[in-house]
């Protein structure tokens, strides 16, 4: 209402955040560019709006915000989230060497942020180091055990590696109720595929 009604752009960059997170894109970027021209030394907004860009697939526009950004006072956690955005950026753009170096810098400055783990051992995979990739995951999921999405990314990356068993192992901890649209039925039956041309011609009983 202060924004819309009264015209109080203070409240304006969390409600483009608001916005965002109900993926509604173009009235978030509206009162995204309106915050930062208000409150040109924000950095919040403009790391949310980098978000956005990502997310509706502009990420060089990304990296001329998060660029304007990075001057700026920002806390520990604002630094961490600069780093995450830089790294996700970069990787939409295939700089797969660019975004491991941000996305390193993201995770020693939020350990315990299991999306930023995440984001880096997706860069890793992209780059065909799978070992890497899934030793990230691996500790990302102690952190977020019930994280379907990362469970689903790990398991892909154990089929790169051939370890389709393990592939399967992760898979069976989620629970048959969160399986409705989520794609682990495709990434179950890949890996079951792989462990049965693992193994040949062999009888055994797959789970």
């Known amino acids: 209402q202060e924004v819309m009604n009264f015209g109080n752009y203070y409240y304006a960059g969390g409600l483009a955040e608001n916005l965002l997170d109900k993926k509604k894109y173009r009235i978030a970027e509206k009162y995204f560019v309106k915050s930062i021209s208000h409150y040109p030394l924000d950095a919040m907004n403009y790391l949310n709006y980098s978000a956005l860009l990502v997310d509706t697939g502009r990420p060089d526009a990304a990296l001329t915000y998060l660029e304007k950004a990075k001057s700026l006072s920002m806390t520990r956690k604002r630094q961490a989230q600069w780093f995450n955005n830089?790294?996700?950026?970069?990787?939409?753009?295939?700089?797969?060497?660019?975004?491991?170096?941000?996305?390193?810098?993201?995770?020693?400055?939020?350990?315990?942020?299991?999306?930023?783990?995440?984001?880096?051992?997706?860069?890793?995979?992209?780059?065909?180091?799978?070992?890497?990739?899934?030793?990230?995951?691996?500790?990302?999921?102690?952190i977020a055990p019930d994280s379907i999405s990362l469970r689903k990314n790990l398991a892909l990356t154990y089929i790169e590696m051939k370890r389709p068993k393990d592939a399967i192992n992760i898979l069976q901890?989620?629970?048959?109720?969160?399986?409705?649209?989520?794609?682990?039925?495709?990434?179950?039956?890949?890996?079951?595929?792989?462990?049965?041309?693992?193994n040949g011609e062999s009888d055994e009983r797959q789970p």
Do not use: C
């Open 173 to 198: 901890e989620i629970p048959k109720d969160k399986w409705d649209n989520s794609g682990l039925q495709e990434v179950l039956e890949k890996a079951q595929k792989a462990l049965l041309g693992s």
């Open 86 to 142: 830089m790294g996700v950026a970069n990787f939409h753009l295939e700089n797969h060497q660019e975004t491991v170096k941000y996305l390193l810098k993201a995770v020693m400055l939020s350990p315990m942020k299991m999306e930023y783990r995440t984001n880096l051992g997706g860069a890793y995979t992209a780059k065909g180091n799978y070992e890497k990739g899934a030793s990230v995951l691996e500790k990302a999921l102690q």
